[in-house]
């Protein structure tokens, strides 16, 4: 389970005590998360999938301007548990989403 603190893109904001849990899946949307967090969930998640065994997942970014794409793959491209990644197909959201095939690690949990 990833567990994230979210908030308003304001530095007046007081963070709530309680994390976010957040099931981990064989995918992720990115679209509720402040873009300031990407960077932060996508580490965690990979994180977390690798270690529930999960050997790919697509992290949905969305198509916009491509900033978060940049920052997603950014992200991916050095992650220790990212053996590769590139941009879904057209039926599995094209550019707007990011396949990674990752390094399961050892002493893997089911997916929940």
């Known amino acids: 389970m990833l567990i994230c603190m979210?908030?308003?893109?304001?530095?007046?904001y007081e963070p709530d005590p309680?994390?976010?849990?957040?099931p981990i899946e064989d995918e992720i949307?990115?679209?509720?998360?402040?873009p300031r967090d990407i960077p932060e969930v996508v580490r965690e998640y990979i994180r977390e999938a690798a270690r529930?065994?999960?050997e790919e997942v697509r992290v949905i970014?969305?198509?916009?301007?491509g900033v978060q794409r940049r920052i997603?793959?950014?992200e991916l491209s050095k992650?220790?548990?990212v053996a590769e990644y590139w941009d879904a197909?057209?039926?599995?959201?094209?550019?707007?989403?990011?396949?990674?095939?990752?390094?399961?690690?050892e002493g893997a949990d089911e997916p929940e």
């Open 6 to 12: 979210l908030g308003p893109d304001n530095d007046d």
């Open 52 to 54: 529930l065994g999960f």
């Open 61 to 65: 970014h969305g198509k916009g301007k």
């Open 29 to 34: 949307d990115l679209h509720t998360f402040q």
């Open 89 to 105: 197909p057209p039926g599995r959201g094209h550019w707007g989403a990011t396949l990674a095939r990752l390094v399961v690690t």
């Open 72 to 74: 997603v793959q950014s």
């Open 18 to 22: 309680e994390p976010i849990k957040i």
């Open 79 to 81: 992650h220790p548990l």
